[in-house]
């Protein structure tokens, strides 16, 4: 296969989709014998730093409008700038990367209520994902999942946020089937799980060769 494949996952807080990122990381580079890099969102750059500083952790208040603003400083940052870009890795290898359009739609009322915004996720203005894998998870289990954690929580580690946020994902995944969002039963053995999205990945490639 020559193409170099977009993987995101998707998912609440607590649905183990960081682990199952790690996971498929080490799959493709052992079973497939290909190269992958790893990224995220918000990123480790100056702009995902700050987000993640002063916003998700409830330190500074800011409105929704603001801070989609501030997630789409980022995500462009990781698209095009400099060799650490994600379009420049895509060049090199697979990408896996853990959370992209679908969050920002998803974590935020204003992104999620906006056309534009819709249209910016789903078009052509952005690199859109080769498959996506939606960790599928009751709210009671990510609750208690989160519980577990250590470090300090986000302003979305509630469960009143982590309902909305699921309900949003569930009608986008919905209404935009064509494409390619994978929804994964994350409720099970994280082995289990791993080997399923494992499957399901190898089944597109397969199906693009």
Excluded: W
Excluded at 171 to 194: S, W
């Amino acid at each position: 296969m020559s193409k170099n494949l977009f993987i995101v996952f998707e998912g609440i807080d607590g649905s183990g989709k960081t682990m199952q990122t790690e996971k498929l990381y080490f799959n493709i580079k052992r079973q497939l014998n290909q190269e992958v890099h790893y990224t995220k969102e918000p990123t480790v750059g100056p702009i995902g730093v700050f987000i993640k500083e002063h916003f998700l952790s409830g330190k500074t208040e800011i409105s929704e409008e603001a801070l989609m603003y501030l997630f789409t400083a980022d995500r462009i940052e990781h698209l095009y700038t400099g060799d650490g870009s994600l379009t420049k890795m895509l060049e090199e290898s697979h990408v896996i990367c853990d959370r992209y359009m679908l969050s920002s739609l998803a974590y935020n009322s204003f992104a999620y209520q906006s056309e534009a915004v819709k249209q910016m996720a789903f078009g052509q203005t952005h690199r859109i994902p080769d498959i996506t894998f939606f960790m599928d998870i009751p709210i009671d289990v990510a609750i208690e999942r989160i519980k577990q954690r250590k470090g300090p929580r986000e302003i979305f580690d509630n469960v009143d946020k982590l309902h909305e946020v699921y309900d949003r994902y569930q009608n986008i995944i919905h209404g935009y089937p064509n494409h390619n969002i994978k929804v994964i039963d994350a409720n099970r053995d994280p082995n289990i799980v791993a080997e399923d999205i494992f499957v399901t990945l190898c089944k597109h490639i397969d199906g693009i060769a």
